[in-house]
């Protein structure tokens, strides 16, 4: 049974930082490209930041770029998604997802097969 759990969301103040973790089992963990997506209320779920398979390549949104940052660690069956410098803007659940195309780091969604079910980070002001 394929599971990604995400964990490490919460409540900040502008400019502080969150640490979210995702644990996948029941599938090859280093034979896909793991994502971070995020979904604000009334937005469409958007790319946020995607690692490929070895770790090799990565790819983050332009809006994040400096701040966020994705690593993973294979032994583990984790990626990590490192957010500094937080804003309101940020506000979203956050879900990571897989990808079976692991030596590409894709934007799409439809690209995904596997998903959690999300964490919740909420900047304030």
């Known amino acids: 049974q394929v599971q990604l759990v995400e964990s490490g969301g919460g409540l900040v103040q502008a400019g502080g930082s969150l640490r979210l973790s995702c644990v996948a089992s029941g599938f090859t963990f280093s034979s896909y490209t793991l994502g971070w997506f995020r979904q604000a209320p009334g937005k469409e779920r958007e790319f946020v930041a995607g690692i490929s398979g070895s770790g090799s390549k990565t790819a983050t949104v332009d809006s994040v770029k400096g701040r966020f940052t994705i690593s993973r660690d294979n032994a583990k069956n984790t990626v990590y998604l490192q957010m500094n410098s937080l804003r309101p803007e940020d506000t979203a659940v956050y879900y990571c997802?897989?990808?079976?195309?692991?030596?590409?780091?894709?934007?799409?969604?439809?690209?995904?097969?596997?998903w959690g079910q999300g964490t919740q980070v909420t900047v304030s002001s």
């Open positions: 997802a897989a990808d079976p195309m692991a030596w590409v780091v894709r934007v799409k969604i439809e690209g995904y097969d596997y």
